[in-house]
């Protein structure tokens, strides 16, 4: 807990020096605003721990796939007759709710050609820019590592076996 408080106050007093361009003269409002912000943010949102092994697996995996999404992102732009088929994609998440479906929402746009249009319930809402491309698995994957990041056990939702069609 306390270390918790202690790395959000650092990044809190981190923002606020940003914030006012290093100018020691502000500190006397940024300590009160610090505080306070490091209070309402262990309120809101509780200290977690996250399991290792689940860090060590997501860290990598969250830097591959962004660097692919931009790489995608820029060939689609830069391509004479880009070739693109949207959609909008219902997937239905198998994470508990929370904090796993939270975050699983918004690590969703890392994918190359997806983006997360809106979490209702257990269903994400995906805009994917090409519903010919292998969407599915791309989010099947996610899901799976944003479960071993949380520490939590993935069970198959009835009919969910094969891939979806997005209606």
Not at 134 to 139: G, K
């Amino acid at each position: 807990m306390i270390l918790s408080l202690v790395l959000r106050g650092s990044v809190f007093a981190l923002l606020w020096w940003a914030l006012t361009e290093g100018n020691f003269d502000a500190w006397w409002l940024g300590g009160i605003l610090v505080m306070a912000a490091t209070e309402i943010s262990r309120r809101l949102i509780p200290a977690r721990t996250w399991p290792l092994m689940g860090l060590l697996r997501f860290i990598p995996f969250f830097i591959e796939r962004s660097l692919i999404s931009c790489v995608d992102v820029a060939w689609r732009a830069l391509r004479p007759g880009l070739h693109i088929d949207p959609a909008l994609v219902r997937y239905p998440l198998r994470l508990p709710e929370g904090f796993p479906r939270i975050f699983m929402a918004n690590v969703v746009s890392l994918l190359p050609g997806t983006l997360a249009a809106e979490l209702e319930g257990s269903d994400l809402f995906v805009h994917v820019l090409d519903g010919r491309s292998n969407y599915w698995r791309e989010l099947t994957q996610l899901e799976q590592r944003v479960a071993q990041l949380s520490g939590v056990c993935l069970h198959a939702i009835p009919g969910t076996a094969s891939r979806q069609d997005g209606s």
